[in-house]
Nanobody, 121 residues
Framework: QVQLAESGGGLVQPGGSLRLSCVASGSFFRINAMGWYRQAPGAERELVATITRDGNADYADSVKGRFTISRDNAKRTVFLQMNSLKPEDTAVYYC???????????????WGQGTQVTVSS
């Protein structure tokens, strides 16, 4: 059974930093893209950043220059370094991966349960 375990959320003052981590467990043949999404109260879930298996990253315009996504393929882990945090970054952050559990299976999408990030003074 595939599970994603997120950690690193919390309360931080504006201008501060946090580092989110997400570890994927279970039986995988191959993990392809990994990423982070977020959902603020009353808003739809939105893409924050994604990274391919080869390390190519893409970011939402609102976080470019402040957030950095990275991954460790051997540890099945994706990270999100968040700097210069703003109150509008407050949201539940969700880890997302696209993976195949067997060579003959189609790629599937998996989600973590989310970790709260609150930016407030």
């Amino acid at each position: 059974q595939v599970q994603l375990a997120e950690s690193g959320g919390g309360l931080v003052q504006p201008g501060g930093s946090l580092r989110l981590s997400c570890v994927a467990s279970g039986s995988f043949f191959r993990i392809n893209a990994m990423g982070w999404y977020r959902q603020a109260p009353g808003a739809e879930r939105e893409l924050v950043a994604t990274i391919t298996r080869d390390g190519n990253a893409d970011y939402a315009d609102s976080v470019k220059g402040r957030f950095t996504i990275s991954r460790d393929n051997a540890k099945r882990t994706v990270f999100l370094q968040m700097n210069s945090l703003k109150p509008e970054d407050t949201a539940v952050y969700y880890c997302n991966i696209r993976a195949k559990i067997a060579p003959w299976r189609d790629e599937s999408e998996y989600w973590g349960q989310g970790t709260q990030v609150t930016v407030s003074s």
